[in-house]
C-alpha cells in the first residue's frame, strides 16, 4: 500500500497570504495524484487532479504541481472561504490511499 | 445536475449490520465507477471499495473483505454498501464518490452517519 504523507499537519496564515502544502508518495504515482478540500461537516471537493489539472469552478488561486513522489499545493491567496483541511490522494495504485491531511487555520 | 444522494443515519449495535444507498443522478449512471470511501470522527479518509456499475464488477480494500458487500440497481441509478459486523471502529461517515476510470473523487454524496454503539 501506498503511504500518503502531508506536511505540515497545521499551516497558519493570515488572510491574503500565500499557502504551500506538501504531500509525499512512499513510491511513485507518477501524475496519479489529487488534491481534495473538506469544510467542517461537509463532504471533500476535488480542487486539483492530474497533479496540476484545476477540476471544474475551482479558481486559477489554486495550483497543483509536480510528480513521481513529491507535490505541492499552493493557494496564492488565501481568502476566507479557503481555510479547510486538505487532503492529497493517489490513484495509481490499489488501494487507492490519502494523505492524513492539512488544516489551514487563520493567523 | 450530477449529483449523489445517500440514505439518512443510522445507529447500529455491535455485531449488527448497516446497508446504506447512494442515488445517482444527472449522468449516466453506467458511465462512471462508484466507489465507498470512510471517514471517522476527526480522522482521514479511508478508501473501503469501488464497483463498476456496467456488470457489476467489485473490489474491495483487504481491511474489509469478507465484511464489505457492493451491490447496485440500475433500474434506479443505485448503489448499495453493506457493511457486516459492526463494531465501535467502523463509527464514521460513509461517502459514496464516482470516478471516470481510473480518476479522482470528482462528485461524492453528502455523507451517511454510522453509529455503532450498544
Known amino acids: 500500500e501506498i503511504v500518503m504523507t502531508q506536511s505540515p499537519a497545521t499551516l497558519s496564515v493570515s488572510p491574503g497570504e500565500r499557502a504551500t502544502l506538501s504531500c509525499r508518495a512512499s513510491?511513485?504515482?507518477?501524475?496519479?495524484l489529487a488534491w481534495y478540500q473538506q469544510k467542517n461537516g461537509q463532504a471533500p471537493r476535488l480542487l486539483i487532479y492530474?497533479?496540476?489539472t484545476r477540476a471544474t469552478g475551482i479558481p486559477a488561486t489554486f495550483s497543483g504541481s509536480g510528480s513521481g513522489t513529491e507535490f505541492t499545493l499552493t493557494i496564492s491567496s488565501l481568502q476566507s472561504e479557503d481555510f479547510a483541511v486538505y487532503y492529497c490522494?493517489?490513484?495509481?495504485?490499489?488501494?487507492?490511499?490519502f494523505g492524513q491531511g492539512t488544516k489551514v487555520e487563520i493567523k | 445536475q450530477v449529483q449523489l444522494v445517500q440514505s439518512g443515519a443510522e445507529v447500529k449495535k455491535p455485531g449488527a449490520s448497516v446497508k446504506v444507498s447512494c442515488k445517482a443522478s444527472?449522468?449516466?449512471?453506467?458511465?462512471?465507477?462508484m466507489h465507498w470511501v470512510r471517514q471517522a470522527p476527526g480522522q482521514g479518509l479511508e478508501w473501503m471499495a469501488i464497483?463498476?456499475?456496467?456488470?457489476?464488477?467489485?473490489t474491495y480494500a483487504q481491511k474489509f473483505q469478507g465484511r464489505v458487500t457492493l451491490t447496485r440497481d440500475t433500474s434506479t441509478s443505485t448503489v448499495y454498501m453493506e457493511l457486516s459486523s459492526l463494531r465501535s471502529e467502523d463509527t464514521a461517515v460513509y461517502y459514496c464518490?464516482?470516478?471516470?476510470?481510473?480518476?479522482?473523487?470528482?462528485?461524492w454524496g453528502q455523507g451517511t452517519m454510522v453509529t455503532v454503539s450498544s
Open positions: 464518490a464516482r470516478t471516470w476510470n481510473d480518476d479522482a473523487f470528482d462528485i
Open positions: 444527472g449522468y449516466t449512471f453506467t458511465s462512471y465507477f
Open positions: 464497483i463498476n456499475p456496467s456488470g457489476g464488477s467489485t
Open positions: 513510491q511513485s504515482v507518477s501524475s496519479n
Open positions: 492530474g497533479a496540476s
Open positions: 490522494q493517489q490513484y495509481n495504485n490499489w488501494p487507492r490511499t
